[in-house]
């Protein structure tokens, strides 16, 4: 536990990715089997246990400590599992103490039933130090919050041999806890763990935004083009009678689309988008959000926002890897796969076709009007390539929409900009009891160089009228030109609106206050509901 | 004066009565503003006011910091001030006096706070110096005392490198080294040529974060501070490496002069004095809060 405490005690504390990223691998590289594997699972999918841990924690207390003095110091604290953790009145132990190793503690979770929990966990609690505690009490309670993405712990393992995430996330779920087979392959000891026909996940390919240069470069008979569709990226994987639904990170979403898995017959992998149609139109994004991020779902929730998927890739069909063959031939192979299956709740992404650069650009430019997210465009020769690759897939998406707002307010950054005000609040006027002000709309914290920064916490500390803790009011003095892809209404904003990917074009230092846009401006660029 | 910590050491005093260290330090930092007249009683020597002795003991808390033990007509009383009771390389340790009414700080004062020992946290922070070698540490301590132990510390610990400061603390350090305590390599931020990277460097906390920072080398920011043992305390800091190195007690250590010193009547002061209370009841004590003007050691 010792060591698993002291890396959780550091990732609570530290804000920035790199940081974490080598106080994971340190860990990995320096831990030994099986705790280092029961660490990553505890950091990924969570060891998953149904056991009344917060209540027993809570008789355990009694029986142990003062209760007087267990409220005040709860009182103080704010946090039960950490007061415990703190006030514990463990017996005086030798030093050094006897190691209870973190795969000896998670082993014995996944035996224990409930009635053994108290005994167990007081014998631990006893055992342990006030860091180890607090680790086994999170690591009990479920969800460790840390501030780490089973991503970012997958990146970490990657880097012990040297690998890419995506070889760990092409193995991922095929593995088992506490994920020995994988550390000796990165280790360099054993062979790459293999699947064996599992419906399990695959990197996906990822497209580029296009530039001014890959357009100039760009060869229309190359191409095969799309409509970029405004869901989220997932992968059907099906196999021997199995089916899973993956977000493109590779997390399991499966438990909330039950309708889309349970049409899943078949033997493929694919590639596609996920959407709620209704009546053969795609529904905006704010509804698919109804069906994200859910552990179960109910009918009702279903019926009204009936998920599809729309398919474009495929990586597999019937066992047969198809990545190694071009766009074409796989796209090929996925229409002739579809129209003999036919899965309910799915159909294929439409290939567009156009014949000069200058009807590619109409179509881009009637994107916004079609409430299309722009233009997907794939290089019919390309393989299917795990990660980011240069030149294959490129995404095009509508031009934004601008206005100009004045800056409200400016809150300290963390981490590298700890020293700075790098998070902006802005705001646009509009009439209230007869007279303009200021409205907040949006939030934005990238878009401007490191020398922009420099000169905007300048601005900032010289015009601020009021400050609540890392928050600092400013003077309404400073219009800043915020590019923004959408618009829509939404009743947790004063604004009444909520704008989609708001970033900072450009820092107006030229235009007065007074001349910035109105909010009527931009609650006129919302789309009529449906 | 107990010690020289500026919540209780504040210039404009008429008459100062305290140890030498005090008084030099005192001197250091309020220059004229540290007493009308200065009296100098050094540890162990007792002083006669009228019916009543008085008499300083070593309270382990900073270089020179002193309970006042007060004696009359058979009767004893000790105001620890601030205290801890754990070695510290950088001052004489505290010393039990047996009394009958004790006067005791309690910023630390609820079951939560239970320090770790110093040689950990110092492994800890030289650990994390190792893991990030391409970034500065930049380690918020009080300027007084708690900057000059955890200098010590690190010597002791075997860490030979230059220590780099923030301005503020160079003199206070100039007097350590003078009244007898070796610092080892210290020099100021000031004077630097590079940004730092792997060095360790000392500031007051409120540089933490700051525009003075913005000259290192993407600084792990860590603060030495016994509040550090609640994670909300240090989070609201944004600290990224919180220290737990306190120079006051922790609540086993106030339990346990409580009882060591056998007083029958227990006055708490300075912090969260409700629990102490609570249990030195429990422990068959009279006990009472003794409300003074208040203060709240914000960074101790």
Known sequence: ?530 | MTHGHSDHARPGHDAVLATPETIEIMQSRLGNGAGRTRQALGYGDALKIGDVTVTLRPAGHILGSAQVVIDYRGQRAVVTGDYKRRTDPTCTPFELVPCDLLVTEATFGLPVFRHEPDTREIARLLASVTAFPERTHQIGVYGLGKCQRLIALLRKAGYDRAIWLHGSMIQLCALYERLGVPLGDIRAVADATSSLAGEIVLSPPSALGDRWSRRLADPVTALASGWMRVRGRARQRGVELPLIISDHVDWPEIIQTIDETGAGEIWVTHGREEAVVYQARKMGRRARALALVGREDEVE
């Open chain 1, 1 to 530: 536990m010792r060591a698993f405490a002291e890396l959780l005690d550091r990732l609570v504390y530290t804000p920035q990715r790199n940081a974490k990223l080598r106080l994971l691998t340190d860990y990995f590289r320096a831990t030994a089997d099986p705790d280092r594997g029961y660490a990553l699972a505890a950091l990924t999918d969570g060891l998953s246990l149904r056991l009344p841990v917060r209540r027993t924690i809570l008789e355990l207390m009694e029986r142990r400590f003062d209760a007087e003095l267990f409220r005040m110091s709860r009182d103080y604290v704010g946090d039960t599992a950490e007061t415990v953790a703190l006030v514990w009145p463990a017996p005086p132990v030798a030093e050094p103490r006897s190691p209870l190793p973190l795969g000896e503690v998670a082993e014995q979770i996944r035996l224990m039933d409930r009635k053994q929990l108290p005994e167990q966990l007081e014998n631990w609690l006893d055992r342990l130090d006030t860091t180890e505690r607090w680790a086994l009490l999170k690591l009990l309670t479920g969800a460790l919050r840390v501030g780490i993405s089973a991503r970012l712990a997958k990146t970490a393992v990657a880097e012990i041999g040297g690998h890419s995430v995506a070889e760990i996330e092409e193995v991922w779920h095929g593995l088992d806890v506490p994920y020995t087979t994988l550390f000796a392959w990165l280790e360099g000891k054993a062979s790459q763990p293999d699947a064996a026909g599992a419906p399990v996940f695959r990197p996906p390919m990822l497209a580029q935004p296009i530039e001014e240069a890959d357009w100039a470069a760009l060869d229309l008979a190359d191409f095969a083009l799309e409509w970029k569709w405004d869901g989220i990226r997932v992968q059907l994987a099906a196999a021997r009678g199995e089916a899973r639904l993956y977000s493109r990170t590779g997390d399991d979403i499966g438990m909330a689309f039950p309708d889309i898995l349970v049409h899943a017959r078949f033997d493929a992998v694919l590639d596609g988008e996920l959407l709620v149609m209704r009546d053969g139109e795609v529904a905006p994004f704010n509804d698919l959000q109804q069906r994200l991020n859910r552990r179960q779902v109910t009918k009702r929730v279903m019926a009204d926002y009936p998920a599809h998927v729309r398919f474009y890739d495929a990586l597999l069909i019937d066992g047969e890897d198809l990545r190694a063959l071009p766009f074409s031939e796989r796209r090929r192979r996925l229409e002739a796969w579809h129209a003999t299956i036919r899965p309910a709740l799915t159909d294929l992404s439409e290939q567009l076709r156009v014949a000069t650069k200058t009807d590619l650009d109409a179509l881009w430019s009637g994107a916004r009007a079609a409430e299309i997210e722009g233009l997907m465009l794939k290089k019919l020769t390309s393989p299917y390539l795990a990660g980011r690759p240069k030149g294959h897939w490129f995404k095009w998406k509508r031009a934004p929409l601008t206005v100009d707002c004045v800056l409200m307010y400016a809150q300290r950054g963390s981490g590298r900009r700890s020293s700075y005000y790098p998070d902006y609040t802005f705001g646009l006027w509009t009439e209230a009891g007869g007279r303009d002000e200021l409205v907040p709309v949006g939030k934005a914290y990238s878009g401007y160089s490191d020398a922009e920064l420099v000169e905007l916490d300048r601005w900032i500390r010289g015009h601020t009228t009021e400050r609540y803790g890392p928050v600092r009011a400013v003077e309404p003095g400073l219009v800043l030109e915020v590019l923004f892809d959408d618009v829509q209404r939404s009743r947790r904003h004063k604004s009444g609106v909520a704008m989609r990917f708001p970033r900072i074009a450009r820092i107006r230092w030229d235009k007065p206050a007074r001349e910035a846009d109105r909010l009527e401006q931009l609650t006129a660029l919302i789309k009529p509901l449906a």
